[in-house]
């Protein structure tokens, strides 16, 4: 796992694209705050830029940094949830602009998955994570079933955890008022 991390971090840090587990599905990752990497995931995904993708932190100690105003009860809904919970918060700053949403908002997850986890420690930025797989296809369920032309798109494929089986699950989504308003957007 080591070499992964250091090969997949020495990538983002050149504005690379990596193709990574996480702790739902395997994922496209770049460094969430420069717009270039970003726009070579859309591109890669060959979906529309209007389309927002949230972005994995290991620690929701590092909320505040992208987060105007972080209600106070993100921290509770985050430690309790007994599952990986995506949270959209308004008032997304420090990051890529073309990864916030036209009104404000951005999606993070705070991983708990050994690898993506560490990863986003080691690189020290919030990591982009959206699903490995073209725009209106379904979405890979374990690596084995990543289309091979996504192999040839990204500049780093992390070995850790390619053989793995089961079938991963996406995360819920919830949405996060600055007021503390919880709305459902996934279960």
């Known amino acids: 796992m080591v070499d992964d991390l250091n090969k997949a971090c020495e990538v983002l840090q050149k ?3 990596i193709l990574y587990p996480t702790d739902t599905i395997w994922g496209l990752g770049c460094d969430a705050t420069s717009e270039d990497a970003v726009k070579r995931i859309y591109k ?4 529309s830029d209007s389309k927002s993708m949230l972005t994995l932190l290991d620690s929701p100690t590092r909320l505040v940094r992208y987060v105007d105003d972080l ?3 993100a921290i509770s809904l985050i430690e309790d ?3 990986p919970l995506t949270i959209i918060y308004s008032g997304a700053k420090n990051l890529a602009p073309n990864l916030i949403a036209s009104d404000g908002t951005v ?3 705070i991983t708990r998955e050994a690898f993506s986890q560490k990863l986003c420690r080691q690189f020290g930025k919030p990591i982009v ?3 490995a797989n073209f725009s209106g296809e379904p979405a890979p369920a374990n690596f084995s079933e990543i289309n091979n032309e996504i192999f040839r798109l990204v500049d780093y494929v992390v070995n850790y955890r390619r053989d793995e089986m089961q079938k991963s699950k996406p995360s819920s989504i919830i949405r996060l008022d600055k007021d503390g ?3 459902i957007i996934r279960e």
Do not use: L, W
Request: hydrophobic content about 25%; cysteine-free.
């Open 71 to 73: 209600p106070e009860i």
């Open 44 to 47: 890669i995904k060959r979906r």
């Open 15 to 17: 504005g690379g694209v």
């Open 81 to 83: 949830s007994n599952k």
């Open 129 to 131: 994570s959206t699903s």
């Open 107 to 109: 999606g993070i997850r």
């Open 181 to 183: 308003v919880i709305k």
